[in-house]
């Protein structure tokens, strides 16, 4: 692969508008750049909480790649990424991460250890993600694998957060609810 960028700045975007990979110009606040704003987000949390999980979960590599392929998807209106078998490892994944953990009683409050916290924020911010998608999914057609996948991802982040709350010895925060009154 040759050099991507050689200049970090064009200033093509000084007019509140950027630029899609097949040449087309939209906003800057459009639905669609909304959404690859909120993978770099998530991207970037994903990333940190590789930087706070001793051992580095193998999975989270994976989906930083997976990440960019949706936002690659998603800067070239009318291509899919995101398949079907992406889906099912996120699943595999869930499944073999949930196995070990004890049945949920109460909620969960964000905590339990850098790692975990780092975990639900980057699951929060997934769903934000999702509900973009959404957003824009009803007004242009998106790849469905797309939207099934980043469901998928914020249920491992939630899992993955229970895990490392318990591995790193934080131990899980669980919600007391003040009593009705």
């Known amino acids: 692969m040759g050099n991507r960028l ?27 750049i909304e959404v690859l704003g909120c993978l770099d ?3 970037s949390i994903v ?44 699943e595999t994944a869930l499944n073999d991460y949930n196995a070990d953990l004890p049945p949920l009683r109460e909620f969960i409050l964000p905590g339990g250890g850098s790692a975990a916290t780092f ?17 824009l999914h009803r ?3 998106l790849n469905p694998q797309t939207l099934r996948y980043i469901n998928r ?3 491992l982040l939630f899992v993955l957060a229970r ?4 591995r790193d010895g934080g131990g899980e925060v669980f919600w007391q609810p ?3 009154a």
């Open 6 to 32: 050689t200049k970090i700045y064009t200033r093509t975007g000084d007019d509140g508008s950027t630029g899609l990979a097949d040449g087309s110009r939209v906003p800057k606040d459009h639905r669609r």
């Open 119 to 135: 975990c639900h924020l980057a699951r929060a911010l997934c769903r934000r993600t999702e509900r973009r998608l959404v957003t």
């Open 163 to 166: 895990v490392l709350a318990r």
């Open 139 to 141: 007004e242009e057609s």
């Open 47 to 90: 990333g940190l909480i590789r930087t706070q999980a001793e051992p580095d979960p193998p999975q989270l590599a994976w989906v930083q790649n997976r990440l960019f392929d949706m936002g690659a998807e998603l800067a070239t209106p009318g291509a899919e990424r995101i398949r079907a078998e992406d889906v099912a490892a996120l």
């Open 178 to 180: 003040v009593a009705p």
């Open 41 to 43: 987000e998530l991207n």
């Open 153 to 155: 991802l914020s249920d």
